[in-house]
């Protein structure tokens, strides 16, 4: 049985003061042990969440990093840095990484094959345009992105991956596919798996929903046989919100 997992993006909000009071108000409620409940926090404040989070069973992830160890890449953050401080997730090639700052297949995959080389579980984001979907490509393009990042990926590293399903035109907008739409697209990257690794990987994967996804949608989202969790944005940044995501 795949084990469900909720992973709040905060994307870029909350200074280190409110992480460690975001972090507080949670560990006030009981979360459900049968759940991974991951929070993935700007850098800054990576280092102040890890020790808020310190005897819980909240895993810590990063939003982004770099494919090489060190080097002349002002601005950017190495997986060794990741690492000393303790992550556990790290998200890559998130839509708005992909629309505004020029990620591409090709980087996805490479900070992919960084992040297993350094025992970093990849959350890895995959989706279409509205554009796409209503040209009826949706398919076409979410098969393109999955098999260009997991290029060269092995077998038995497969199992260390997340595959976070995020139509673009769902994400940040209050719009959000039916829970059908969502566990369509699941269950067809969960076949791209089965057709590139086998039954084994195919069963074992762990595919989320990301597009808008709230407390009172969740239960359903988790209901559908594809779907194993959820990256959520907004509703990550209030702590009786998240909670309520974790014990769905």
Known sequence: MRLPIIAGNWKM?????????????????SLNKDVEAVVCVPFTNLSDVKKA?????????????????N?????EISPLMLK??????????????????????????????TALKYDIKPIVCVGETLEERENERQEEVVKEQVLKALEDIDNKNIKD???????????????????DD??????????????????????????????SVKPNTIKELMEKEDIDGALVGGASLVAEDFVKLVNY
């Open 13 to 29: 909000n909350n200074t280190i003061l409110k992480s460690t009071l975001l972090i507080d108000e949670i560990k006030k409620s």
């Open 53 to 69: 989070i310190e005897g819980t069973d909240i895993k810590l992830g990063a939003q982004n990093m770099h494919w090489e160890d």
């Open 71 to 75: 080097g002349a890449y002002t601005g």
């Open 84 to 113: 000393e401080i303790g992550i556990d997730y790290c998200i890559i090639g998130h839509s708005e990484r992909r629309q505004y700052f020029n990620e591409t297949d090709e980087t996805v995959n490479k900070k992919i094959k």
């Open 161 to 179: 991956i997340v595959i976070a399903y995020e139509p673009i035109w769902a994400i940040g907008t209050g719009k959000t596919a039916s829970s």
């Open 182 to 211: 969502a566990n369509q697209m699941c269950g067809f990257i969960r076949g791209i798996i089965g057709d590139k690794y086998g039954k084994e990987a195919k069963d074992n994967i762990r595919i989320q929903y990301g597009g």
